[in-house]
């Protein structure tokens, strides 16, 4: 191997965590979406929160800490609120061990009137 590929591997060695975040993140995210109940009357197109999850050694939850949500007003709390809850009831045991976990919690609202596009034979 030349210098230039071990660098490149010796470098991704440092930084386990950032590879494999983003599914166990998703599978949280999934986990989670399962029983999530929306807020009735959302006035909004989209809206965002981002959840630091802790695991303990048995996989239990132990943590969920808010980070960000958006839209930034009383909405977009009680979005987040609304999103911390689902993890609480449905991520609440997971195959992750001793870890913190970025969770993002997504909503974008069904267009009415869009056309449908269709591929052309």
Same mark, same amino acid.
């Given at each position: 191997?030349?210098?230039?590929?071990?660098?490149?591997?010796?470098?991704?060695?440092?930084?386990?965590?950032?590879?494999?975040?983003?599914?166990?993140?998703?599978?949280?995210?999934?986990?989670?979406?399962?029983?999530?109940?929306?807020?009735?009357?959302?006035?909004?197109?989209?809206? @965002?929160? /981002?959840?630091?999850? &802790?695991?303990?050694?048995? $996989? %239990?939850?132990?943590?969920?800490?808010?980070?960000?949500?958006?839209?930034?007003?009383?909405?977009?709390?009680?979005?987040?609120?609304?999103?911390?809850?689902?993890?609480?009831?449905?991520?609440?045991?997971?195959?992750?061990?001793?870890?913190?976990? @970025?969770? /993002?919690?997504?909503? &974008?609202?069904?267009?009415? $009137? %869009?056309?449908?596009?269709?591929?052309?034979?």
């Amino acid at each position: 191997m030349n210098k230039t590929c071990l660098a490149f591997i010796a470098a991704l060695s440092l930084f386990p965590s950032t590879l494999h975040a983003a599914p166990i993140a998703e599978v949280i995210a999934d986990m989670a979406a399962k029983c999530w109940v929306l807020p009735e009357k959302m006035d909004y197109q989209k809206a @965002r929160a /981002v959840f630091e999850v &802790t695991y303990n050694a048995e $996989g %239990d939850l132990t943590e969920v800490i808010a980070v960000e949500y958006q839209p930034v007003r009383e909405a977009g709390k009680i979005f987040a609120l609304s999103a911390q809850q689902a993890l609480l009831d449905c991520a609440s045991k997971a195959a992750i061990k001793s870890r913190t976990i @970025r969770v /993002v919690m997504n909503y &974008t609202a069904p267009r009415s $009137g %869009d056309t449908l596009i269709m591929k052309k034979r």
